[in-house]
T-cell receptor, first 111, second 114 residues
Framework: EDQVTQSPEALRLQEGESSSLNCSYT??????LFWYRQDPGKGPEFLFT???AGEEKEKERLKATLTKKESFLHITAPKPEDSATYLC????????????FGKGITLSVRP | DAGVTQSPTHLIKTRGQHVTLRCSPI?????VSWYQQVLGQGPQFIFQ???????GRGNFPDRFSARQFPNYSSELNVNALLLGDSALYLC?????????????FGSGTRLTVV
């Protein structure tokens, strides 16, 4: 069964203080690893898809990387508007294409 | 360009009642998936439909059912509601099943069972 573990559960940063969010996964054949951002009371907002180990993608202050066992979401010089819950999910090569999510990491950025 | 539309946004039901949640996917998207997100947890897969056929089912009881219509919209039905069914129900649409283009989620329906 596919599994995703995210750490830490919560992270508090000062504005401008860079950090990384971790996503460890086990999956029987990786079709894709997804990062989403979720604001309170809203649906997840798509950030990145990574397909194979060694791949990296960037978007503004965010950079996602992937190895065979984990993914990192690096946040460079965060701003208060980056405060949200960040969800990691994997899609395996099984019969259905469901996403298996971690519990998420709640990021708070103080001005 | 409309995103994924879910209705209603909020709903309060009594234990034992039945509820129907609705989802309209992005125009051109033929696959709809349903997820349940309990407070403090990540979304959990309930169903996936593609071209009106069920393509996947998560570990949920038979009280949960769904269907997809010819216009690709979808309904999620939950019978005999329990307090534990209180959650944010999310609908996600994608072009087709099995792809990795990314799933676009709606804003969800917040269901409270009292």
């Amino acid at each position: 069964e596919d599994q995703v573990t995210q750490s830490p559960e919560a992270l508090r940063l000062q504005e401008g203080e860079s950090s990384s969010l971790n996503c460890s996964y086990t999956v029987s054949g990786l079709r894709g690893l997804f990062w989403y951002r979720q604001d309170p009371g809203k649906g997840p907002e798509f950030l990145f898809t990574l397909y194979s180990a060694g791949e990296e993608k960037e978007k503004e202050r965010l950079k996602a990387t992937l190895t065979k066992k984990e993914s990192f979401l690096h946040i460079t010089a965060p701003k208060p508007e980056d405060s949200a819950t960040y969800l990691c999910a994997v899609q395996g090569t099984g019969a259905n294409s469901k996403l298996t999510f971690g519990k998420g990491i709640t990021l708070s950025v103080r001005p | 360009d409309a995103g994924v539309t879910q209705s209603p946004t909020h709903l309060i039901k009594t234990r034992g009642q039945h509820v129907t949640l609705r989802c309209s996917p992005i125009s051109g998207h033929k696959s709809v998936s349903w997820y349940q997100q309990v407070l403090g947890q990540g979304p959990q897969f309930i169903f996936q439909y593609y071209e009106k056929e069920e393509r996947g089912r998560g570990n949920f009881p038979d009280r949960f059912s769904a269907r997809q219509f010819p216009n690709y919209s979808s309904e999620l039905n939950v019978n005999a509601l329990l307090l534990g069914d209180s959650a944010l129900y999310l609908c996600a649409s994608s072009l087709r099943t099995g792809n990795t283009y990314g799933y676009t989620f709606g804003s969800g329906t917040r269901l409270t069972v009292v």
